[in-house]
């Protein structure tokens, strides 16, 4: 899954609010935008932050010539495994997808079905999560294993990176209508984007087995995520009068 993006476009008197301030953005606020003299672009505000959150998916498959006999050794899979799950109250489980389909000879006949059912682990706790997907894998196998910024964790860090960055679009501008022998500027309009989230597991070391588990844990190295969030926009300079 990351892995969420925001992605938020902000009017003129947002963006200001975000500041605390209309100075601190445009030195000619009153004025009516013209159509020239206008500049777009934008600017970054990036934080590397360790990742708090690990989600997996484990699943399994099964073969069987009716679709009842696929039912019972795919349901009877999944409820073991829910079972095992509810020894991990730090660890969050949910059934995941669900897929059965029909196996054809030459002759175009139902010979059997193919189905797969699926289980999604999500925690802060990565060394509970490594041993309950260890005692998993004695029955289904790893899809995939991310880790990531929780959504709480991203959200608070998000806010300051949006900060920064609007202040960075704020010396920017202000830059430029110096550079240009301006008066000073106006927005005309500022776009706010985020980046980051989850990414596929950077490393993973095996360590002795753990008791009453005949799949050794993996012990996990969650690594860091590059947070970032963008201030695109366009300004237009005010000349002197």
Known sequence: MMSKSLSNTLSKAAMLSVLGSAALFAQAANAEPTGYNQISFNVEANQEVEND??????????????????????????????????????????????????????????????????????????????????NLQQNLVVQNLQFGVSEEKQKQLEKDLIKKASLKFRDQAKSLAETWDMSGYQIINV?????????????????????????????????????????????????FR
Request: charged share 20%.
């Open 191 to 239: 776009s706010i984007n985020s980046s980051g989230g989850y990414q596929p597991r950077p490393m993973m070391m095996m360590r002795d087995a753990a008791a009453k588990s005949s799949v050794p844990v993996q012990e996990f190295e969650g690594g860091n995520t590059r947070l970032g969030v963008t201030a695109s926009g366009t300004i237009e300079l005010i000349p």
């Open 53 to 134: 959150q690990v989600t997996a998916t484990l699943y399994k498959q099964a073969q069987a010539s009716t679709p009842k006999k696929l039912a019972t050794e795919l349901n009877t899979a999944m409820n073991q495994a829910l079972s095992i799950a509810k020894r991990y109250p730090t660890v969050t489980t949910t059934t995941g997808q669900q897929n059965t389909y029909p196996k054809y000879d030459d002759n175009g006949k139902i010979v059997g079905w193919t189905g797969t059912v699926s289980v999604d682990l999500k925690s802060k706790d990565f060394a509970k999560t490594s041993e309950l997907v260890a």
